[in-house]
């Protein structure tokens, strides 16, 4: 799944794409009401491809733990992240048997949730197809 130019912004509910670059500002689009808005060097962006859940061994690129939800979710929505915290811990055990509880918060999960939901309602979501084993020559 490609996360470039995908942002989420410290303060603003949502996701935003990145449309263009100026001097001082970034502009960017909200990914569900397309409303663009300037960003200045006071807000605190992070890019999701920047973004990485804990294992015990490394850490997981967020691009491949939404590639996991997505096989597990077979490409659909998956659950609310105003379920308990005890069900969204088991639902990513689900999706990263490994990934470390001592470091990764409730909070964590439940963006973790809606970043793939909205991500899912704009039509960014892919499920990698299978490869078959036979090659065309």
Known sequence: M???GILSISG???LYK?????K???IVEGLTDSKRLPLYASHQV???EDIGIY???DTVALSDVFSAIAKKENGGVTISHKVSKNEL???LREVLPDFDEDRVYQSDIKKLVQWYNALHAAGLVELKK????NKDS
Request: aromatic share 12%; hydrophobic share 30%.
């Open 46 to 48: 992070s890019a999701l």
């Open 89 to 91: 811990y088991d639902w």
């Open 130 to 133: 299978e490869k078959d084993g």
């Open 24 to 26: 001082n500002t970034l």
């Open 55 to 57: 294992t015990y061994d």
């Open 12 to 14: 603003k509910p949502g």
């Open 18 to 22: 990145l449309v263009s670059q100026a």
């Open 2 to 4: 490609n996360l470039e």
